[in-house]
């Protein structure tokens, strides 16, 4: 039993040391197993670390295609360009497969220190329009970087998320004018019409200040009109009508033509009589366009326009009798009648209302035209007589005839001319011996004037007032410093044998042949007439003459 327990014992200890074998052996597997994977581990960091900064250089085009990282795919597209290979790359493509995933870390890459991965950066931005982008974008508008600072912009213009209104406002304050530009007009075309109103406002005084002109307004006030309410943008302008600053004025009545609400007319009409000769230009205009976008305006603004139209010492109502005539309403007649007859109205208003009812045969207007040629409404305003003459010329009396005739012995030339220039007009057999005689005036505005007003198309006198046009100019050009070739006798008989307006008559051409070949010019008007004669609308008489 003895050695049964020692046999026993030993047995033991054998097993007891196979046993611490095997587990120094596990550990030293353990130890290899570790070592090998701290091994690979570093080897595959190197090769990481390696391929990260290497493989961009090695394979620019497939890291472009394939990487999903955003940093080697910057770089490697930034090796396509050095190497002049942009027109392999992919590089937009690859944006827009990636879509607003590539939104942060470009945003991140805005940061790099390289200027040319920036760059990328911000190109692609513009692939991907990713709005949490647009803070950053801001602040670039300021960047020292001007090639940057476009890229931003840029990135900017292709996000049209009106959610990002309150940030491109708040930046206002901080970019450059060149940056403010940029913010209006992203405003102006994506902005959310809530906020805009005041900043539009505000803008607009500056505009008018003379401060952000090279900005376009109309852009950031057309966004404001199309989504904003028109009522509250009326009101919110209205205080600006009453401004000091004239510009101010302006500014309020252009909006109002522009808002395209007939509530707005009432504003416009007052503004017609403003004390400032552009605010009344300007209240014209709008109200124009405001009626454009509401027919009927104007006419139903009738009874204020005529109520207005009262002389005031000093101020012009000239704007005032536009919109008059414009309505073309019976009472706006009269009320531009009473302005020919009454000495309050100022000069500005009374030519204005002369010129609005030039052309109308209404006894009325035919009447107080006579009345102010005669000197009855005027004092000593030869400007103003001249022009009811010239306005006469559309009436067809015997009566009105008669005193054109008389005219033309006024003392003043220029209604002598304004009379001569309204019976060409006429077909009255007597205009064409007006016409030459007049030829004859010792005045060279009277007879530049008569000249520049011949037409001998419709007269049964047309050949004698060809032929003593033909006479005037052996007498020399008219004597007139600022006369133009076009107003020259010669010029104007070959105009006329050229223009068609002389019908060709095979019996009349003995005359003219004589009266042609007897002047001292002949050779100017030969060359005329073969310039004439060689062209599309050449006549028949021109190219006879000129050939035989």
């Not at 197993?33 to 493989?55: D, E, H, K, M, T």
């Not at 959610?163 to 970019?175: E, I």
């Not at 006894?363 to 006579?370: G, H, S």
């Not at 009566?399 to 008389?406: G, I, K, Q, T």
Request: with cysteine; charged share 20%; aromatic share 6%.
């Amino acid at each position: 039993m003895g050695k049964r327990a020692a046999g026993g014992g030993n047995q033991a200890v054998v097993t007891l040391e196979a046993a611490a074998g095997a587990a120094a052996q596990r550990r030293q597997l353990i130890a290899w197993l570790v070592a090998s994977a701290v091994v690979a581990s570093i080897l595959l960091a190197i090769a990481a670390v390696v391929l990260w900064y290497r493989l961009p250089q090695w394979a620019p085009q497939w890291v472009v295609q394939r990487s999903p990282w955003m940093r080697p795919l910057l770089r490697a597209e930034m090796e396509l360009r050095n190497r002049r290979e942009t027109s392999e790359s992919r590089f937009p493509e690859r944006m827009r497969e990636l879509g607003q995933r590539a939104g942060p870390s470009l945003v991140a890459a805005l940061s790099d220190g390289q200027l040319d991965i920036r760059l990328l950066a911000l190109e692609g931005l513009q692939d991907i329009s990713y709005a949490p982008a647009v803070p950053r974008l801001v602040d670039l508008l300021g960047d020292h970087q001007q090639e940057e600072a476009a890229q931003a912009e840029g990135a900017l213009m292709t996000i049209a998320d009106p959610g990002c209104t309150a940030v491109v406002l708040s930046g206002l304050g901080r970019v450059d004018d060149e940056g403010r530009v940029v913010l209006l007009t992203w405003l102006s075309e994506h902005g959310d019409q809530r906020g805009l109103l005041p900043v539009a406002k505000a803008y607009w005084q500056r505009a008018h200040d003379g401060a952000d002109a090279v900005f376009d307004y109309d852009g950031l006030f057309r966004r404001v009109y199309t989504v904003g309410d028109a009522a509250t943008i009326r009101e919110e302008f209205r205080p600006m009508l009453k401004a000091a600053q004239p510009a101010w004025r302006m500014a309020a009545l252009t909006v109002f033509g522009d808002l395209g609400a007939a509530a707005a007319a009432p504003d416009l009409v007052a503004g017609l009589i403003d004390e400032d000769e552009k605010v009344r230009v300007t209240a014209y205009s709008a109200l124009h366009r405001l009626d454009e976008a509401c027919p009927g305006v104007i006419a139903a603004q009738m009874p204020a326009l005529v109520a207005l139209f009262d002389p005031q010492p000093g101020l012009s109502r000239r704007e005032l009798a536009c919109m008059l005539d414009d309505t073309r309403d019976a009472r706006a007649v009269q009320a531009l009648v009473g302005v020919l007859r009454t000495h309050a109205w100022d000069k500005a208003t009374r030519d204005q209302a002369l010129d609005d009812l030039a052309g109308n045969d209404d006894p009325a207007v035919v009447t107080a035209m006579v009345e102010v040629l005669t000197g009855r409404w005027t004092v000593d305003e030869d400007e103003q007589r001249a022009t009811a003459a010239f306005a006469l010329g559309s009436a067809h009396s015997v009566a009105v005839l008669d005193l054109l005739y008389s005219a033309r012995a006024d003392a003043s030339p220029a209604v002598r001319t304004a009379a001569l220039q309204a019976l060409s007009r006429t077909t009255d057999p007597r205009a064409g011996g007006a016409l030459i005689a007049a030829l004859a005036d010792p005045d060279a505005w009277v007879r530049q004037g008569t000249i520049s007003a011949i037409d001998i198309s419709g007269r049964p006198d047309g050949i004698a007032v060809l032929i003593a046009l033909i006479d005037a100019a052996q007498r020399g050009p008219v004597p007139l410093f600022l006369a133009s070739e076009e107003n020259q006798p010669w010029w104007v008989a070959t105009e006329i044998l050229g223009s068609g307006s002389y019908p060709f008559d095979p019996a009349q051409r003995a005359v003219l042949d004589l009266a042609l070949n007897r002047q001292s010019w002949v050779k100017r008007i030969r060359r005329d007439a073969l310039a004439i004669a060689s062209s599309s609308y050449g006549t028949p008489y021109l190219e006879l003459w000129w050939r035989r």
